[in-house]
């Protein structure tokens, strides 16, 4: 696709000998992103390729819940066990990519990198466009636990950065982390040296660490596509909806110094401002320190200007050497699942619901085998007096969990289905509980850098090893930062937090996320000082007895909440109604508070 070994003009990787003039800076890397998960929208790698210009093109393609879809997909087929959207949509746009020059780095191998490659060369093949197809391995960990259906490591960019060193057009990954998709090309385009240190072709007065820690965090901001670009943002509703219909995906400008600028295509869709960038930065993340098997970036460092239209640069990141253990998520099948949800309408909601519990947990008793794990949940959704029988409605979920399959199934559907004409008044359900299906349960553990074969595998079949860092650092949390003054006292109103604080909320195993922040200084001193832990459970009952962390970080006018356990056994046991926890941060938003008035 390029002759160029990194795909840009100048990051030849040239040693400067001693008392030489140093060469001149490499031109910025211009990085794009086409999909935030494996299911986003298929024609994004189209119109990332037609819609500007590119050096590289990135795919996010895994998550914790994917991991363990295409785990059960090379079940079925141990010749898959990877992201087929991808493969398709390359067989529209390998010859787009190829003429333009841009390099295409994916993590769409998932559990079977090594075969994405080949199935990439064969279509490559087929369609008659020379490309050099590297792939990275040695994240798979799964003989090592074998109660496991997946076991991976999350590798850093290092065995990216040497694909695209070593001439590679297309890089598909196994499990790295989702940063790893720009630290590595921006390490192969500057020269990055591994682990950190400065660049081969020139001295430079920025720290080792913080150049990648700035691709880190360009990387974080590109990894969910849209959510850049003005998608799942809290105040949608400031813009014209006609510019957040179809956004477009965003892009990063990296310098060598590891700054960079957060931006998208001209003409598309979307919005890249000072609040979208913030609400992505808080994405799954914890506190000031962000860990990563290249380095640990200093989120508190983190210093972002609305340098234009669309245009947020991000620069002031620090970073520190990464921690010497790789994270290790394991997928593993829990059992099955059932659910039932019963339609409740009218008067004596409460009492419906008691009664038709009682009438199921008798059955479920009397009956040869009793699920493992029964839950319910009543959901008033109901309205007095209300003018459509939906809205008069409330539902009460049952949700059933089991190692047997049968007692999940039958056993729930038959006790179900016999109440339809003995129960409450108005009995209906949304629909008939059928088979039970199996869940999925995540965890996770680490392990020394050391014990994972990081491997690049070149296009030829050529293998090198990827060392670990060079150097690590034990992850310590940083003490809290000072706050800055409490606003003077004056009159309040009670009013919804999302009236003057924006939020983004998401999972990490069993933990959820809640980032909130403001957007004004006066904002920020009144949100820090008030939204406590304790507050926050106050405000969320759903959290009372689970323990809250809460970090601060002044320099984003944010804070990080970690509510731990909040999502169980992790998003495929869909422990909660929201099991990833993406709408935690909105109901945050939309309980009241005594707010100051000049806020409002």
Not at 73 to 80: E, I, Q, S, V
Not at 280 to 287: D, R
Not at 455 to 468: E, Q
Request: proline share 8%; with cysteine.
């Amino acid at each position: 696709m390029t002759d160029s070994p990194t795909g840009a003009t100048g990051a030849t990787g040239a040693t400067v000998r001693a008392g030489s003039t140093p060469a001149p800076a490499a031109r910025p890397l211009r990085i794009g992103n086409a999909s935030g998960f494996y299911g986003d929208r298929f024609d994004a790698m189209r119109e990332m390729l037609t819609g500007g210009p590119l050096d590289v093109l990135t795919g996010d393609y895994l998550a914790e819940l994917t991991m363990l879809i295409l785990g059960r997909d090379r079940l079925k087929n141990p010749a898959g066990g990877y992201a087929r959207t991808f493969l398709r949509q390359l067989e529209e746009c390998l010859g787009l990519a190829h003429e333009k020059g841009v390099r295409l780095v994916a993590n769409a191998g998932g559990l079977n990198p090594a075969g994405l490659a080949d199935a990439v060369r064969e279509l490559a093949q087929r369609l008659g466009i020379p490309a050099r197809v590297a792939h990275v391995e040695g994240d798979d960990l799964t003989a090592r636990h074998p109660k496991s259906l997946a076991a991976h490591a999350y590798l850093g960019g290092e065995g990216i950065a040497t694909c695209l060193r070593e001439g590679a057009d297309i890089v598909v990954t196994g499990r790295v982390t989702d940063a790893a998709l720009v630290t590595g090309p921006a390490a192969a385009h500057f020269g990055w040296a591994p682990g950190g240190g400065p660049p081969a072709r020139a001295q430079s007065s920025v720290g080792e660490y913080d150049r990648l820690a700035g691709a880190v965090v360009a990387g974080h901001v590109l990894e969910c596509g849209t959510q850049a670009t003005g998608g799942n943002y809290a105040f949608f509703a400031e813009h014209d909806p006609e510019r957040l219909r179809h956004p477009g995906f965003p892009v990063a400008e990296i310098h060598e110094d590891g700054t960079s600028v957060i931006t998208k295509h001209d003409g598309t869709g979307g919005v890249v401002d000072l609040g979208t960038v913030t609400a992505q930065l808080l994405y799954e993340t914890s506190g000031a320190r962000y860990a990563g098997p290249d380095v640990t970036a200093r989120l508190d460092s983190v210093r972002l200007t609305q340098e234009g239209p669309d245009r947020v640069r991000i620069d002031g990141v620090r970073g520190e050497a990464p921690p010497p253990t790789l994270k290790v998520g394991l997928n593993r099948l829990g059992g099955f699942r059932n659910e039932v949800v019963f339609v409740l309408t009218g008067l004596d909601i409460e009492k419906k619901a008691a009664f038709v519990r009682a009438q199921l947990e008798t059955a479920l008793m009397a009956a040869k085998s009793r699920p493992a794990d029964v839950r319910w949940k009543l959901a008033r959704t109901d309205q007095p007096d209300a003018p459509t029988e939906e809205t008069a409605s409330a539902l009460l979920r049952l949700v059933v969990r089991d190692p047997d399959q049968d007692t999940v199934g039958r056993t729930l559907s038959g006790a179900a289905v016999e109440l339809a004409l003995g129960s409450y008044p108005g009995f209906h359900v949304l629909a008939p509980p059928g088979k039970g299906v199996p869940y999925g349960v995540f965890e996770d553990v680490y392990v020394p850098h050391g014990d994972v074969e990081h491997m690049a595998v070149l296009h030829d079949g050529h293998r090198i090893h990827v060392m670990p860092a060079h150097d690590t650092r034990v992850l310590e949390p940083l003490e809290e930062p000072p706050l800055p003054e409490p606003p003077p006292p004056g009159p309040t109103r009670r009013a919804p937090l999302g009236l003057v604080a924006g939020a983004r909320s998401g999972d990490k195993g069993g933990n959820a996320n809640v980032g909130v922040w403001a957007r004004t200084d006066d904002a920020w001193r009144w949100l820090a000082h008030t939204l406590t832990t304790d507050r926050f459970r106050e405000l969320l009952p759903e959290t009372a007895d689970l323990t809250v962390v809460r970090h601060v970080l002044p320099n984003l006018r944010a804070l990080n909440f970690v509510v731990e356990g909040v999502l169980g056994e992790g998003v495929a046991a869909q422990h909660r109604f929201d099991p990833q926890a993406k709408a935690l941060g909105e109901w945050l938003r939309s309980r009241h508070l005594d707010i100051p008035e000049v806020l409002l």
